[in-house]
């Protein structure tokens, strides 16, 4: 056997069956638009929150005295205390109209890069409320299959039905019962969120831990795990990071901060595995082996190959970009055909 897989190697390669999993957090949203959205709105963090969604109005004539600008607690504050019920619904359809108008640009964007990288076993779970996932999937839908997207914070895109337990676009129909699907929930930063309460977001954690324990790689894209989701982390180091006995299974890291904070961040997490970060999208494993993340995984690590990067061009328009992955595409439908 040849110890170096080529480029066309891998490409003609199908054998992973096992899912990536991809969680993205606001550093995400913020790299695929770093100057906001087609209309240049800005895209929060929980430092600017308030400036940016232009909330300091109405905080102001609350007479509250908040102590810190950060959002996470402030919207804390609020919900401890039963008299700032009006408040806090208040500034929670604020943020859901900022949210819902916001449009993502119309060249390829890291998002649509992601999404086209990765196949139809995947899972691409983000905390993020925006919409411009949901907008990356439906302008590639049609030519590409895409990974599953999951919403563990609830999305203003998503609408669910809970009769039929079927999630779809936020306005559009159940394709069972042919009424119009409900807006999820936005779940906000409070210290021990419950995510059974509701059963839209309860269902993507379902199917994230499922996932979880199934996954041969997973990569955190700009989540910084704040304070406000220890049960998130709690839930994620149930269905990954204590299973002593997974050594194989990779970690990889996308963000901008230190190696340090970073390290102290995950180290609870994932202690005994080994994991790589990257300061960017396109250094990372899914942008160097677009749709063959698995393969590549199993000729490295199983098979010790030297392996070849396949990095996805970043500059080319949507017509030259879907021609780019096409072969890819086409290799994965023939064997399909084939079994
Ligand atoms: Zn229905």
Redesign the pocket.
């Known amino acids: 056997m040849e110890m170096e897989i080529s480029i066309q190697n891998e490409i003609n390669q199908i054998k992973m069956r096992k899912p990536h999993v991809v969680i993205l957090g606001a550093g995400a949203s913020r790299a695929a638009l770093p100057n906001g959205d087609k209309y240049s709105q800005r895209i929060p963090l929980m430092d600017n929150f308030v400036e940016i969604l232009e909330l300091g109005d109405l905080l102001h004539d609350s007479h509250i005295n908040f102590k810190s600008d950060n959002f996470e607690d402030i919207y804390s504050k609020l919900y401890k205390n039963k008299e700032h019920d009006k408040l806090r619904s208040k500034l929670e359809e604020r943020i859901y109209t900022y949210f819902k108008q916001m449009q993502i640009t119309d060249n390829p964007t890291i998002y649509d890069h992601l999404l086209l990288s990765l196949r139809d076993k995947d899972i691409v779970a983000t905390f993020n409320w925006d919409p411009f996932l949901i907008q990356t999937y439906q302008r590639n839908a049609s030519r590409f299959m895409l990974p599953r997207l999951l919403f563990l914070h609830g999305n203003v895109e998503a609408g669910y039905?809970e009769?039929?337990r079927?999630a779809g676009i936020n306005g559009n129909i159940?394709s069972?019962?042919g009424?119009a699907l409900k807006p999820t929930k936005l779940l906000y930063p409070i210290n021990k969120k419950d995510y059974h309460v509701d059963r839209f977001i309860g269902l993507q954690w379902k199917e994230l831990q499922y996932n979880l324990r199934n996954a041969f790689m997973i990569t955190i894209f700009g989540y910084s795990a704040p304070k406000s989701d220890v049960s998130a982390i709690e839930l994620m180091k149930l269905a990954w990071g204590e299973i002593e006995s997974r050594e194989m299974e990779q970690t990889e890291i996308i963000d901008i901060k230190s190696e340090d904070t970073l390290y102290n961040t995950w180290k609870p997490f994932m202690h005994t595995h080994h994991y790589d970060v990257h300061r960017s999208f396109y250094e990372s494993w899914i942008a160097n082996h677009p749709r063959r993340t698995g393969e590549a995984y199993i000729n490295q690590y199983f098979y010790t190959k030297f392996i070849n990067n396949n990095p996805i061009p970043k500059d080319l328009s949507f017509s030259e970009l879907w021609k780019w992955l096409e072969p890819l595409q086409d290799v994965e439908k023939q064997r399909e055909n084939d079994k």
Do not use: S
């Open positions: 039905c009769k039929d079927i159940c069972r019962c009424e």
